[in-house]
């Protein structure tokens, strides 16, 4: 099995920045991409971004240009830059894995970003 375990969240005023981090742990080895969604109070889950273990990155729209994942392999780590952070980026983050096969899906627990003045 794979844990991971996200940190980093609070609350921020619009326009400052953030950084999640996220460590993953148990067996790592089946883990490929690795990302983030996000789900605000009465929406859905979404996807943030992703990153493959080659570190081909794929984000929403919204936040091309402000957000930016990264990866370190060696620590089984991957993080989330959050650059000027609107109130509309307000969610509970969760960490993502995929692993190598069909249907392999990892979460962590979430981690609550405020963005608020």
């Known amino acids: 099995q794979v844990q991971l375990v996200e940190s980093g969240g609070g609350l921020v005023q619009p326009g400052g920045s953030l950084r999640l981090s996220c460590v993953a742990s148990?067996?790592?080895?089946?883990?490929?991409?690795m990302g983030w969604y996000r789900q605000a109070p009465g929406k859905q889950r979404e996807l943030v971004g992703i990153?493959?273990?080659?570190?081909?990155?794929n984000y929403r729209e919204s936040v091309k240009g402000r957000f930016t994942i990264s990866r370190e392999n060696g620590k089984n780590t991957v993080y989330l830059q959050m650059n000027s952070l609107s109130p509309e980026d307000t969610a509970v983050y969760y960490c993502?894995?995929?692993?190598w096969g069909v249907g392999q899906e990892y979460w962590g627990q979430g981690t609550q970003v405020t963005v608020s003045s």
């Open positions: 148990g067996s790592t080895f089946r883990i490929n991409a």
């Open positions: 993502y894995a995929a692993g």
């Open positions: 990153i493959t273990s080659t570190g081909r990155t």
